[in-house]
């Protein structure tokens, strides 16, 4: 039990630290997701588009570096975010919890690459993101990233100690093993933003 829960506040950890559109590819993801909950339809791959909500978050989200040139519009890394002023920051912040809701289900002009995944994830993931609508972006996302999250870590648990048994080990043998998982951090860079790698995993 000790065990899981350390797995379980990592999960949530990660979660929460992790900067918006930071997990892999996650700004596209969502994207999906959002598409699926807006529309009530899978979008199609060269004409599903990210929303004009996801589109606006750049304005005030930091993103690394490494993907700033991908998103084709001007936006601020992380280096420049803090440099600004702790104020700055703040206003940056309010400005994205306060992006207007009735952006979500219009089309920017930018296109979701994404939309040639598989369904699955994100078809369980639009109910939820629909009844968290007129919470603020960060919010639906950090709560679509536990989902999954907790979800996986729960799951993790029950197949291995299932497979220990399977396989005969017993007591600190079961522990460890659900241990080294758990200390694993690409089970949380997999499980903790919205994708459909949690599924897989």
């Not at 807006?38 to 996801?54: C, F, I, M, Q, Y």
């Not at 078809?123 to 996986?152: I, K, Y």
């Not at 399977?166 to 093993?177: C, D, F, H, T």
Request: charged share 15%; glycine share 4%.
């Amino acid at each position: 039990a000790l065990i899981l829960i350390y797995g379980l506040v990592s999960a949530i950890s990660y979660c929460a630290l992790l900067p918006l559109w930071e997990g892999f590819d996650e700004f596209y993801h969502y994207g999906y997701v959002q598409y699926v909950s807006a529309t009530l339809t899978v979008p199609a791959l060269g004409d599903a588009k990210v929303s004009r909500e996801l589109w606006t978050s750049l304005d005030f989200t930091p993103v690394s570096h490494f993907i700033q040139p991908y998103f084709q519009r001007p936006s601020i890394n992380f280096q420049e975010y803090f440099r600004l002023s702790p104020d700055g920051r703040r206003v940056r912040r309010a400005h994205l919890e306060a992006i207007d809701r009735g952006l979500q289900g219009q089309a920017s002009p930018r296109d979701n690459y994404e939309a040639k995944q598989a369904p699955l994830t994100y078809l369980l993931l639009a109910p939820f993101d629909r009844l968290l609508a007129s919470a603020s972006l960060p919010a639906r996302v950090l709560a679509m990233r536990l989902l999954l999250a907790l979800a996986t870590v729960a799951l993790l648990s029950i197949g291995t100690r299932r497979l220990a048994h399977r396989l005969v080990l017993q007591g600190a043998m079961e522990a460890a093993a659900l241990f080294v998982i758990f200390s694993c951090q690409m089970v949380y860079g997999t499980s903790c933003h919205i994708a459909n790698d949690a599924l897989m995993l």
